[in-house]
C-alpha cells in the first residue's frame, strides 16, 4: 500500500528526514531542549544561564495577583456571553503567565500592538476591562485612549497588527527615542500575535521590514498550539522561533506558562530594542485551555488527554506552590486577591450591563476631518428616518 499523502507524520519523515520528527513528537509536550523556564510546573525555582534574574517577594506576589484577576475577568466575560450579554468573547484561559510577563515587563514610553486576545497585557496598561467588554458587546471599538495607555486598538485582522508595530517602530527610530542611552527616553515596540497569524503574509512582511530596518519591535508570538483547529504541526516544520533566524534577528523559545520566564526574556528583548539592536522574536510556548472564542467548540478537534496535560502546567498553580513553599503568602494574601477577584467581577457584571449602547448617527463621526457634502446629505437623511420612528409613536 502506497503512504497516505495526507498523513503528516509521512510527509514529515519523507520530506524532511527522521530527525525532524523529533520536534513534534512527545518530547515537544514539554517545549524541547531550548525552552526558557525559571519556575517548573511543581512549582520550583529553576535557573538559565542566559535569562537568569531575582525577583522580589513583592513582584512574586504581584505577578500572581495579576494572573488570577486577569483569568477572573476572563470567566466573568465568557459568563456574559453565555447569558446573552456579549456578542462573542476571546478566551485567554491557560495564556495568563504569558500575557503578564510580557505585559509588566513594558516601561511606560513602550508602545503595544495586541491582537483580540490580549486582555492580561490590557490589564497591565491600566486599561480597565470593561472597557474591553464595550468592544465585544458591541456598542463601542474600545474605549480607552491609544495614545494615552501606550495599548493599540484589539486588531481582528488576523496579522495586521505586525506591520503596524513594525511601522510605528520605525518611526521612533525617526523620532531620535532609540538608543540614546536614557532610560526615561529610549522605546520600544511589542507585537503579539499567535501560532495561526504567524501563517499570514502580514506577519511575514513585518519581520523582512524590521530585520531590514533594524527596527525596534519585539514580535511575541503566543505559542497555544491551536490555529483555530488547526495543530501547530500543519503550520510549520520546525519550531516557530527558529523561524526568525531565516529573518536576520534572534528568536527565543519561552515557557508561556512561567510568569517569571516570560517576564526575563522579554524584558531582556525589548532592552536590546530600545539600545537599537533590532528585533527579536519571542514563542511564548503554552496552551489554549479554553476555545478559541465562545463560538468555538474544540471538542471537534483536541484530544481531551492534551488539556488534561496542560492542566497539570497551570501557569497559576505553580506561583502559587512556589508562594506557599517559600512562605510568601501569611497575613491573608491570597484570600485578599480572591477578595479582589471577587470585586472585579461584580464590577464587570454590572458594568457591562449598564454600557449605553451607541447612537447610531454616530458612525458618520471621525470619518473625515471636514465631512463632504455627499456624508452630509447621508447623515441628514438618516437622522430624519431615525427621528420618523419616535414621530409616528407619538401620533399613535
Not at 44 to 50: L, Q, S, T, Y
Not at 139 to 150: Q, S, T
Not at 312 to 323: G, N, Q, S, T
Request: aromatic share 10%; hydrophobic share 35%; with cysteine.
Amino acid at each position: 500500500m502506497s503512504p497516505d499523502p495526507t498523513s503528516t507524520d509521512q510527509v514529515r519523515t519523507d520530506q524532511f528526514g527522521p530527525d525532524l520528527v523529533e520536534v513534534f513528537g512527545p518530547s515537544q509536550q514539554d517545549g524541547g531542549p531550548d525552552l526558557v523556564q525559571l519556575l517548573t510546573p511543581e512549582g520550583e525555582r529553576v535557573h538559565h544561564p542566559d535569562f537568569d534574574m531575582d525577583f522580589s517577594a513583592e513582584q512574586l506576589r504581584g505577578f500572581y495577583r495579576d494572573m488570577v484577576l486577569t483569568r477572573r475577568i476572563d470567566t466573568e466575560a465568557t459568563a456574559l456571553q453565555r447569558h446573552g450579554e456579549l456578542g462573542i468573547w476571546a478566551q485567554l484561559l491557560g495564556q495568563e503567565a504569558a500575557q503578564i510577563g510580557a505585559g509588566r515587563a513594558l516601561r511606560p514610553q513602550d508602545y503595544v500592538f495586541p491582537t483580540y486576545r490580549e486582555h492580561g497585557v490590557a490589564w497591565c496598561r491600566g486599561i480597565d476591562p470593561l472597557d474591553l467588554l464595550g468592544l465585544f458587546r458591541g456598542v463601542d471599538h474600545g474605549r480607552w485612549d491609544p495614545a494615552e495607555k501606550n495599548f493599540g486598538q484589539y486588531t481582528i485582522v488576523i496579522g495586521a497588527q505586525v506591520l503596524h508595530a513594525t511601522g510605528y517602530a520605525m518611526g521612533m527610530q525617526r523620532d531620535g527615542v532609540v538608543g540614546t542611552g536614557e532610560p526615561d527616553r529610549d522605546a520600544a515596540v511589542i507585537a503579539h500575535f499567535g501560532d495561526g497569524a504567524s501563517s499570514q503574509g502580514d506577519v511575514n512582511e513585518g519581520f523582512i521590514f524590521a530585520a531590514s530596518y533594524n527596527a525596534p519591535v519585539v514580535f511575541f508570538c503566543q505559542n497555544n498550539q491551536w490555529a483555530i483547529s488547526e495543530p501547530i504541526e500543519r503550520q510549520t516544520r520546525i519550531p516557530l522561533y527558529q523561524r526568525a533566524l531565516g529573518f536576520g534577528f534572534p528568536g527565543v523559545r519561552v515557557d508561556g506558562n512561567d510568569v517569571l520566564a516570560t517576564y526575563a526574556v522579554t524584558q531582556a528583548a525589548l532592552q536590546r530594542a530600545r539600545e537599537g539592536q533590532g528585533p527579536t522574536l519571542i514563542e511564548a510556548y503554552t496552551y489554549r485551555m479554553g476555545a478559541h472564542t465562545t463560538t468555538d467548540d474544540p471538542t471537534r478537534y483536541r484530544l481531551s488527554a492534551d488539556v488534561e496535560h496542560w492542566k497539570l502546567k497551570d501557569p497559576i498553580a505553580r506561583v502559587e506552590a512556589y508562594l506557599k513553599r517559600n512562605g510568601l503568602v501569611e497575613g491573608g494574601f491570597l484570600e485578599s486577591v480572591q477578595q479582589e477577584a471577587n470585586e472585579l467581577g461584580h464590577h464587570l457584571r454590572e458594568g457591562c450591563k449598564s454600557l449605553p449602547d451607541p447612537d447610531p448617527r454616530g458612525i458618520f463621526d471621525l470619518v473625515y476631518d471636514e465631512m463632504p457634502e455627499e456624508l452630509t446629505q447621508q447623515r441628514d437623511e438618516f437622522i430624519a428616518y431615525h427621528a420618523s420612528f419616535s414621530e409616528e409613536g407619538a401620533s399613535a
